[in-house]
């Protein structure tokens, strides 16, 4: 592949980005506000309140199985006391997402394994999060929401590219992104991270969409990026749609060490162990995905569970 035509790709890939359509003003401001450590609950609930649509959607999922909340979260007030700030934020960014970035509602999208990955890779990265000694990190689930959606831009832009290299990932044993720069002259996790600046989104969370596929490559603020990395892989091991991204490598030491991952017998990281835990929670996390991709599902007053 010659220099000017990887020149040409990355211009319309970087001209597609551009051409997305941005996060929503309040949502951009949600962002800015949850990392601003002065910023207030009341703040914060007003703003979100002031969207409606958002609000519906956000509640809905707050009062989803996956957050276990005891009783119904019926206003945003209540929702921020009782998930955080952080958690808030990562559900105004998941609803933003489910109306503006390319999620069919009817079943028929081709891409749709791509987002059933992505949710469990969400969901790992967030019961990784809350299980390793990083408790700080508070981007992992939108981080893992978004570490593919380079992809998607790839997609929309490159179509020709796209099922060249979705050819070339089923004949091959390679992971997709070795696969890419094969194909593209470069891979999906630089795009999405580019889509991500493009959208003002915490630079961890960029940084680590970069990396996730190399978090050691990382100098420094790696966690996020580890954090990342084993989700992937922990989703395409729980069996979510495991041809998405080719082969992947087992987890390296260095990713396993920095992240303080639990041993087994033998002194390896015990992904069975995580195994076991994320099945558990991607069966809670069933109705937050339908409500995310927009799929048919009840509330669960109907389902008969008490709040």
Not at 119 to 136: D, P, Y
Not at 263 to 290: C, H, I, K
Request: glycine share 6%; aromatic share 6%; hydrophobic share 40%.
């Amino acid at each position: 592949m010659t220099v000017h035509a990887t020149s040409a790709r990355v211009a319309r890939i970087a001209q597609g980005i551009l051409d997305l359509p941005t996060l929503p003003t309040v949502v951009a401001k949600i962002v800015q506000l949850v990392d601003n450590p002065r910023t207030s609950a009341a703040t914060l609930a007003q703003l979100i309140s002031s969207d409606p649509a958002l609000t519906a959607r956000m509640l809905k999922m707050a009062n989803s199985a996956y957050y276990g909340f005891p009783r119904r979260i019926g206003t945003i007030n209540l929702a921020i006391v009782v998930l955080g700030f952080n958690t808030v934020r990562d559900l105004a960014i998941s609803a933003s997402l489910a109306e503006r970035i390319n999620i069919d509602h009817d079943g028929s999208d081709p891409m749709a394994d791509f987002w059933d990955h992505s949710v469990a890779t969400a969901v790992a990265a967030r019961m990784l999060q809350r299980q390793t000694q990083n408790r700080q990190v508070g981007e992992a689930f939108v981080a893992g929401l978004l570490h593919d959606i380079g992809r998607l831009v790839v997609a929309r832009y490159l179509p020709e590219e796209f099922h060249r290299v979705q050819d070339a990932l089923a004949q091959s044993q390679e992971p997709l992104w070795s696969v890419e720069l094969e194909v593209l002259g470069m891979g999906h996790p630089e795009v999405g991270s580019t889509l991500c600046k493009h959208w003002n989104l915490p630079e961890p969370i960029c940084e680590s969409i970069h990396y996730h596929h190399n978090p050691l490559g990382l100098e420094d603020n790696r966690t996020l990026a580890c954090i990342l990395h084993v989700a992937e892989y922990m989703a395409h091991r729980s069996g979510r749609n495991p041809h998405i991204e080719g082969r992947l490598r087992p987890v390296e030491a260095g990713v396993a060490e920095a992240l303080g991952l639990r041993r087994n017998t033998r002194g390896e990281p015990d992904m069975v162990w995580y195994l076991e835990r994320l099945q558990d929670e991607l069966q809670r996390a069933e109705s937050f995905r339908d409500i995310l991709l927009g799929r048919q599902t009840q509330d669960r007053e109907e389902d008969g569970h008490a709040f």
